[in-house]
């Protein structure tokens, strides 16, 4: 196979994300005073699970697939991630992604601990028969390690609530009886939870609002957003904002990028950019590159793409006086150096993009019930558990003269720390 030079510069970056987690994980235990042999475990992944497996495509040919699962922490309870397909998927990455997880979680005080899966696919190279195919054999090779109290699978890059119901359905036929909590973001009609598809990137504006009413910015209208990614999370994103009065001058999806400096009509770009799948070209905006998108003037800039997209190369050009990251691992620890030393406040991912885990937890906890909530209460609680977390955060953060990222790690691994020296070693 001929393997191009933008695939192993890509390669290379994806891997630096595993290497960015460890980093940021070394800068948060260094100002904790953690035994040095839980700083250790913690280190680590609990377990990591990789699987060849065929899939019939429709032209009945055999195709061999490779997909990944890592559980990096169960202390806190259940692992908990979710499961993207991409080309770019590589252990190192899905190890990094599962590390976020577990901080995460605790972060916003879940009982969950981190995990995350990903096949290495073009989702958008098979067809609606052959992705069924390929979800329904990937979930039987994971029958050994979910389940609703061991490993509860989501939603991911690439993946929607029609792969969750793939794998929902073929657990529930292996186990013989319906299991709807064994994965969270599927469609309502099947036990999915209302706000569930919104959830991430309403959580980014409202980590975005506390961060900017403790800087005393309370007028919508004032505030410039950029939003790098035009997928769920950055979509949900921008539509909230919008909805909320803030002025969204640029957004991007994969290829390509549009900016107008006085604002977009959001559900207009979303109609359009259906339409002509990419957003380019929009009556009144000028088409710009992703790069590019990254160091327009504005007030907010929202990285909610890939990570590693924040680099020591651009951070110097950011022109946003904030940034609040919807992506997992957007800026790597050089970037964050240089973002710091210019007075640049960062929203870390781990608190900004946790409102999609957040509202999983309430899928999982309504599954289990039986018992489900309309929208408002869901919203409710998203927004009450979001704000208390970036409370916590922020203190955290003025008590050690740190920034939000290192608070929120220090936060997260201070409480699995905590959990993990209560239970202790076993045997």
């Not at 019939?56 to 991630?81: A, C, I, L, N, W």
């Not at 921008?238 to 009509?265: F, H, Q, R, T, W």
Request: aromatic share 8%.
């Amino acid at each position: 196979m001929v393997v191009s030079l933008n695939q192993v510069h890509h390669e290379i970056e994806v891997q630096n994300a595993y290497q960015t987690a460890l980093a940021q994980y070394e800068r948060a235990v260094h100002r904790l005073d953690i035994d040095e042999n839980v700083v250790e475990y913690m280190r680590w992944p609990r377990r990591e699970f990789t699987v060849n497996f065929p899939v019939r495509r429709d032209d009945g040919r055999v195709e061999m697939f490779t997909g990944y699962r890592v559980h990096h922490s169960t202390v806190m309870g259940p692992s908990k991630g979710g499961i993207r397909y991409s080309l770019n998927v590589t252990l190192d990455e899905v190890r990094a992604l599962a590390m976020w997880m577990t901080w995460k979680c605790a972060l916003v005080n879940l009982p969950y601990g981190g995990a995350k899966g990903g096949v290495l696919v073009d989702p958008k190279s098979l067809s609606l028969r052959e992705k069924e195919n390929l979800t329904r054999r990937y979930a039987s090779e994971l029958i050994p390690l979910i389940s609703p109290h061991a490993d509860i699978p989501a939603p991911d890059m690439g993946t929607g609530p029609q792969e969750m119901a793939w794998i929902m359905d073929t657990y529930s036929m292996t186990v013989g009886y319906s299991v709807p909590a064994v994965v969270t973001g599927k469609p309502i009609n099947v036990g999915g939870s209302e706000g569930r598809t919104e959830a991430t990137g309403r959580g980014v504006i409202i980590s975005m609002i506390e961060a900017l009413k403790r800087q005393g910015i309370t007028h919508p209208g004032d505030v410039r957003l950029v939003i790098q990614g035009f997928g769920n999370v950055g979509y949900h994103a921008a539509a909230y904002a919008y909805e909320m009065g803030y002025k969204v001058v640029g957004i991007s999806d994969i290829d390509s990028g549009i900016y107008n400096p006085n604002g977009l009509d959001i559900p207009a770009v979303r109609a359009y950019s259906t339409r002509n799948r990419t957003p380019a070209g929009f009556p009144g905006a000028d088409t710009v590159t992703n790069a590019e998108l990254l160091t327009l003037p504005c007030d907010v800039l929202i990285p909610a793409a890939m990570e590693g997209q924040i680099t020591e190369h651009n951070a110097p050009h950011i022109r946003a006086k904030m940034i609040v990251e919807g992506a997992n691992g957007p800026t790597t620890t050089e970037a964050d150096d240089i973002i710091n030393d210019r007075g640049i406040l960062l929203v870390p991912d781990i608190l900004a993009n946790a409102g999609g885990v957040t509202v999983s937890y309430f899928e999982w906890v309504q599954g289990l019930q039986s018992f489900f909530w309309d929208v408002e209460e869901v919203f409710r609680q998203l927004e009450r558990i979001l704000v208390r977390s970036f409370d916590a955060t922020a203190h955290m953060a003025e008590d050690h003269h740190v920034d939000m990222r290192t608070a929120a790690q220090m936060l997260a691994i201070k409480r699995v720390a905590d959990a993990l020296t209560t239970r202790g070693f076993y045997p």
